[in-house]
């Protein structure tokens, strides 16, 4: 096979050491390859050694595989004075039953000489920042939903029913009988008469909800679940103001992304943070729906299509995706999302219906960012005025099943 990259260099990376391999033409002028394999601890030092070597040896292409997070410091190091691919493990996989650091590191510089590899996406290191703190903000999240839902579970223990009254138990007079309660007030009528705003005229349903048994042994493990839920709001309140700063140069692109249906803008920064903000890396609309796993996979033998199942894509782009899906499925009557959620529902099923909504937002953020415009609705009606005669068709079948015939006769015009 044809050598494309003369010099060529592969780093197979562990967590104490890596083991660099390094293909350069042969001295003797023939056809065979140079090749020699080093190894190297990981720690900052060493990594500068490395770097000198591979910089003596005159290396064009640095491959490596991206294992864990150990990557990262090598990667860092080199990406500023040489040519840097970070490539897919699953794209780099070796001969089974010989495995061993070295050869694996053999076996990628061969594929990286051979330009057999494909490089994935590796943010500027500002958007990197922006993804750690992005990431950061999602899993304290997710931690104090957690926490919110022990506190729950504490409640159902102790016979208080207040969630099945209040449709959120931290909110203005959830917290304010549930401070209540800790400090030692047990009079349900009290405690009811707490109710704000709209739960005023629920009281009767809270007097009953609030009976229970709650003890000193429910108050101090609810007294720790609020503080605990209170640090986490924090925290996040603090990384949402640090992210606010880092999104000062995307601020366009957070507008554009907002005008989108179920996109707010906790999702539009997720979306920046993971894809950079910047569509010129993605060919197509397609090619970033597969990136980020939100299209039907492809498994094809024989002429038969084994499997369609969707491959693993970026994970925190997805929750995101999802959670603006899940919003826009709300918008039945209204936008185009909302119409194409409930078309597909009843042929794919809820969960492939969320999938192919998130797609649809994605394609449409490839192209807005690509050509910046501002999202183009077309309607909640864009089904039946595209086909109105399947429309119709539509409502006659569901007039058949329960029994009626009907006729369809247009309006004269006024």
């Known amino acids: 096979m044809d050598v494309l990259h003369e010099r060529c260099a592969a780093l197979d990376i562990g967590k104490r050491d890596l083991k660099a391999c390094v293909r350069t033409p042969s001295p003797s002028g023939r056809r065979s390859r140079r090749q020699e394999i080093r190894t190297y601890p990981t720690v900052t030092n060493s990594l500068l050694e490395l770097r000198e070597w591979l910089l003596v040896e005159k290396v064009t292409l640095v ?10 410091p090598a990667f860092y190091l080199l990406e500023d004075c040489l040519n840097v691919i970070l490539v897919n493990a699953a794209h780099a996989k070796g001969l089974p039953g010989r495995k061993t650091d070295v050869a694996d590191a053999a076996w990628l ?10 490089a994935s996406f590796v943010p500027p290191e500002p958007v990197r920042h922006l993804r750690d703190l992005a990431r950061y903000r999602s899993t304290l999240t997710g931690e104090r939903t957690r926490e919110a839902q022990r506190l729950e579970k504490e409640l159902e223990d102790a016979g208080i029913k207040l969630s099945s009254v209040a449709t959120d138990i931290l909110g203005v007079s959830g917290r304010a009988m549930l401070d209540a309660l800790i400090v030692g007030e047990r009079d349900v009528h009290v405690l009811a008469g707490m109710a704000k705003a709209r739960m005023r005229p629920k009281i009767p349903a809270l007097v009953e909800a609030l009976t229970g ?21 924090a925290a996040i309140g603090e990384l949402s103001v640090r992210i606010e700063e880092e999104m000062r140069p995307f601020t366009r692109q957070l507008e554009l992304l907002q005008t ?11 979306i920046i943070a993971e ?9 197509t609309a397609g090619h970033l729906a597969s990136w980020a796993g939100v299209c039907p996979g492809h498994h094809e033998s024989a002429g038969k299509r084994r499997s369609g199942r969707r491959r693993h894509g970026n994970r ?10 899940m ?11 909302g119409a194409r959620y409930h078309r597909l529902v009843p042929r794919l099923g809820k969960k492939k219906a969320v999938v192919a909504l998130e797609h649809s937002i994605l ?11 501002t999202y183009h609705d077309l309607g909640g009606d864009y089904f039946t005025r595209r086909d109105p005669e399947q429309a119709m068709r539509r409502l006659a079948r569901r007039a058949n099943a329960l029994g009626f015939t009907v006729r369809f006769d247009p309006i004269e015009a006024a």
């Open 213 to 233: 048994n709650f003890g000193a042994h429910h108050a101090f493990l609810c007294r720790l679940h609020l503080e605990r839920i209170d640090q986490l709001t």
């Open 260 to 270: 989108i249906p179920g996109v707010g803008r906790t999702v539009a920064e997720v």
């Open 109 to 118: 510089c061969q594929l990286g000489e051979c330009g057999l590899l494909r």
């Open 363 to 373: 394609t449409a953020v490839w192209h807005m960012l690509t050509h910046d415009v």
């Open 327 to 337: 919003a826009a499925s709300r918008t039945r009557e209204t936008t185009y999302l």
């Open 275 to 283: 894809t950079g903000g910047d569509m010129a890396r993605f060919a």
């Open 316 to 325: 925190w782009l997805g929750a995101a995706l999802g959670t603006a899906a």
């Open 63 to 72: 491959v490596m595989e991206a294992t864990g997070d150990y990557w990262r």
